[in-house]
């Protein structure tokens, strides 16, 4: 059977990270039903931190913007993990939710999460059209700028 997805993210010249372990007490992923719910995911490239600090003071919109799409990297990466190496099983991209770490003034909160979103209708297309919500936070784990979940149909 053909990879789609696989084609499109060669096509895009797209390479996945490694899924990153748990940094806690939980899992990265949990299937119910049709719908796989990916925990949380920094802007981490195979173990390395990146985009550290606040975006509106320490970064840039265009910074966070990077970091939040590096964290769709790794909710891919999870959740072709969780498809057995198949990204073609995920038939939606339903929700994603994105924490930004921010100054106090700063309110640009859904530009930041954009790097997520526009991420996923690149690799999806129109099934990666998805709900969402981008909110501020005064601290995110390891001084992480962004923090994106998400939620996936399967087919």
């Known amino acids: ?22 940094a806690g007490a ?6 119910m039903g049709s719908l796989l719910f990916v925990s949380g995911q920094l802007p981490q490239w195979n173990g390395e931190l990146r985009f550290l600090g606040r975006v509106g003071s320490e970064l840039t919109i265009d910074d966070g ?11 891919l990466a999870q959740a072709q993990d969780a498809c057995g190496g198949n990204l073609d099983r995920i038939a939606r991209v339903v929700r994603l939710g994105g924490f930004v770490l ?19 209708q690149d690799v999806f297309g129109p099934p990666g059209r998805h709900a969402r ?17 998400g939620i996936f149909q399967l087919a």
């Open 65 to 75: 913007y990077a970091a939040a799409r590096l964290c769709g990297l790794n909710l």
């Open 102 to 120: 921010a100054s106090p003034a700063f309110t640009d909160h859904p530009k930041v999460i954009n790097g997520a979103s526009d991420l996923m």
């Open 133 to 149: 919500f981008a909110v501020g936070a005064p601290s995110l784990p390891l001084g992480a700028a962004v923090e994106v979940e």
């Open 26 to 31: 939980y899992v990265p992923y949990v299937l």
């Open 1 to 22: 059977m053909t990879k789609v997805i696989e084609a499109r993210l060669r096509h895009l010249s797209i390479e996945l990270p490694h899924p990153a372990p748990p």
